[in-house]
């Protein structure tokens, strides 16, 4: 006889009710060719004995394998593996292989992806000390404010409502805390219709490039760029054309040149803290960029992921609060100022573009998560958002403060670096030694620097990093710089 | 003297400081070519009278526009709009026209959609009595117990290392609780790098186009189809070809001839419960899909968005738990079993089909919510979720029948159908008059039927809707089929 028991193992303590488990692993045994079409099974009574469950269990597993067509039971003859059922090339398997198989390969080709670089899709280990690439300290996020707030709508009344399928564009009322925070913070007039929540801007990235690029598209980007930028745009079938930026922001006079002589569809800027350089682009370029884009009839994406983190002046309004003819997309996001993990960003844009939008957004992934979406439109009307952004601007201004102080003393001349006008990162340039060796030698004493290859992957070897400032309190800023000051020659 | 008073509104209740309301609204009319360069402005004890504010406000909006360069203090002569702005093409607003200005257009050109037929972008105005597509009933969803679980894992210390940016396939918790779950319900044995968490199975359906797909490669689907599935393989770039569908699912012959003539690169499809027919797909036709995928090396994406919901005999295993060479993409999703927006499903794969997909989920949104997914997690180790299912699962099944009776009684003759075997929806024609007129005489009735054009925009006119019974208690059924049956003759 066949090793019933074996085959058909019995987990009296899963969630799966015991015939459900037994009926089951008949099915897969059936389908892997171990028990084979016409093979005579033992009788209810003797496969109770073999499994040790009752033979009320095994009854029920039995009818379960009738209903779905698996055996036949010929009364007085006995229960048998059903005929009808064409088996594919049977191999017979021990139970352990059945247990770990399943095939590690496709056997359909998979097109490579068109980037340049391929991106992480593991997290890192976690590390204590570690110098990231300018994310927010996630210790002061206002979670349990957010928590509680979420709790809160899952009970109202009205929530049903918004559980079902609902709009692409998000809901009603997180569109209507927006239009008032970006006109309040940003001088930023819009109607909801101007509005598209997002995942993130990262999302906000995918669904612009996805919305206007097709395949051999013209975009202008600096160099060095967001990376992740670059890599949304390369996929989506973009020719990328790079311009250089310096204290100002972007060069726009070769933005000028590259008009002239090819049709530009986008330019994708960061004017409020440059990513990853941290410079501001000055008013005048602002302008001259905006009427750029009138006359060349291009689209800009104004990436402002960390607006309210500004410490020199007040933040600078957004071009977009200044662009009359339809060219900004405006994008923005939660994550900087919450948590990353909370994935809540927004486009601003023309209605005919979020139009289009909204359509591309629905085919990805429908829509948002409303319970989420009207918790932040909560805590956005009660002033919850407001408050912890004006707590954290006045913590991350001291941290910015005395980590470019600590660079400036325990590291004089062995780094080169301005003091950033916000944001939560130090474009650093290390002029003595390769950064993978720093990275190398400091991870030995303790301090993880996991994207020190971020910037070096182009023509240019920048062996510059941005070093997020914001995550680390001051005792952590001061233990890490010690680290890099024995690391860097 | 400029209408100050009027240009620069203050709102003293509002959150943002009122200096920065007044530096804000400063910048903007200097922008809008309202405030010229060279212009002379009031003093700033003049400014406090008009404004109605404290002369320190004053002096801290004229602080901050003088950082940021918008105006020159000259002393002894005055405050002075800066000589150095560039105004493109002031035009003068008045106030009014400001507060609403915002292009409503782009000046680039957006690219039409490649899809077929264009999709809803807004959510349907809230009805209290409607037939949906087969929607799961929100009010029974256990939402104050993940509201509740969000709240715990929100105080958990261990969750900060979850905050920051992860993984794009998901949280290392929810990846172990899937592998458990996807081998006691659905017999499929897999490692957590088979699996990559999405936001619903319309994210798995994109990206498994986006990874797989280029301009012109050949899909097959059957007809009718999930009309959400056809419009994302079109905007990919694919070209459709169209397959029958019986009573026992989708016509395999024809996707051998299919096979033979073209390079097919993908085949979707629903065996389950076939959608929008409901059917099941039989063994046979299983196994052979599975040999022809095998042999002419193409994907399969098993959409298996209701796996749970099957009432004449347990949940047929899917084809993936048998599928040796590496060939089926298999879908799944919680939105069904919890609330539609509750974005939370996976795809399970090879892992080297993992491996990019999630590269492209790094650039569409570059993760999910860490917070959700540990507190599903937490809800699928402790049982919840499964007893979730199993309570549902009962009232669904009651639903389905008394739905099914109701039709077979009240509108006999004049509708034709089949009781689905699972699922929550019934594939329904209305032979004796076009659904337009059934749905615009019913909304005058009080029943919406938002779906009546879903499956009437192809070549062929099905006549014929998914009615979903599921989202409706008995009574409301009742009265539903009552109005119906008052508008079909």
């Given at each position: 006889m066949l090793p019933y028991s074996k085959l058909i193992p019995v987990n009296k303590k899963a969630d799966t009710a015991v015939y459900l488990q037994i009926s089951n692993a008949f099915i897969k045994n059936i389908r892997r060719g171990i028990l084979k079409s016409g093979l005579k099974l033992p009788s209810s009574r003797v496969l109770a004995t073999l499994l040790h469950v009752n033979r009320n269990t095994i009854n029920a597993a039995l009818d379960e394998l009738q209903a779905q067509g698996w055996i036949d039971i010929q009364p007085r003859k006995g229960i048998f593996v059903a005929q009808n059922l064409p088996v594919v090339k049977p191999t017979i398997l021990s139970a352990d292989q059945i247990q770990s198989r399943y095939a590690s390969s496709t056997n359909y080709n998979i097109h490579p992806l068109k980037v340049s670089t391929p991106l992480a899709t593991m997290a890192p280990p976690y590390f204590k000390l570690y110098i990231d690439d300018g994310f927010p300290d996630t210790r002061l996020a206002p979670l349990d404010l957010l928590a509680r707030e979420i709790r809160r709508q899952a009970h109202l009344p009205a929530m049903r409502k918004y559980l079902t399928y609902g709009a692409p564009v998000g809901t009603g009322p997180l569109l209507e805390a927006l239009v008032n925070v970006l006109s309040e913070t940003r001088g930023l007039n819009v109607q909801p219709n101007n509005i598209l929540i997002t995942n993130g801007a990262q999302m906000g990235i995918y669904l612009v490039a996805r919305t206007l690029l097709q395949e051999g598209d013209q975009v202008i980007v600096t160099e060095p760029n967001y990376f992740s930028a670059n890599l949304t745009f390369q996929q989506a079938g973009a020719m990328l054309n790079r311009v250089p930026v310096d204290e100002n922001g972007m060069d726009i006079d070769a933005v000028e040149m590259i008009c002239k002589k090819k049709k530009i569809r986008l330019l994708y800027a960061v004017p409020h803290h440059h990513h990853p350089t941290t410079v501001t682009l000055s008013p005048e370029r602002r302008m001259r960029l905006l009427e750029l884009a009138a006359k060349y009839k291009f689209a800009i994406i104004e990436d402002d992921y960390d607006y309210e983190f500004h410490y020199t002046s007040n933040p600078i309004l957004p071009m977009a609060s200044l662009d009359n003819h339809g060219n900004v997309i405006y994008i923005g996001t939660l994550n900087k100022s919450l948590a990353p993990t909370i994935r809540v960003g927004f486009i601003v844009a023309p209605s005919n573009f979020i139009e289009i939008a909204a359509q591309m957004r629905r085919m990805i992934d429908?829509?948002?998560n409303a319970l989420l979406e009207n918790a932040l439109a909560e805590l956005y009307k009660n002033g919850t958002i407001m408050r912890h952004i004006n707590k954290v601007q006045k913590i991350y201004h001291e941290r910015r403060d005395h980590f470019c102080e600590l660079l400036s003393t325990k590291l004089a001349g062995r780094v080169e670096f301005h003091v950033p006008n916000?944001?939560?990162?130090v474009w650093t340039h290390f002029p003595t030694r390769p950064l993978e060796k720093i990275a190398e030698h400091a991870m030995q004493m303790g301090l993880r620097i996991p994207n020190y290859r971020t910037y070096n992957t182009g023509k240019v070897d920048y062996n510059s990093i941005r070093m997020g400032?914001?995550?680390?309190s001051l005792a952590e800023q001061d233990k890490a710089v010690d680290i890099l000051a024995a690391c860097v020659p």
């Open positions: 429908f829509q948002g916000g944001g939560m990162s400032f914001a995550s680390l």
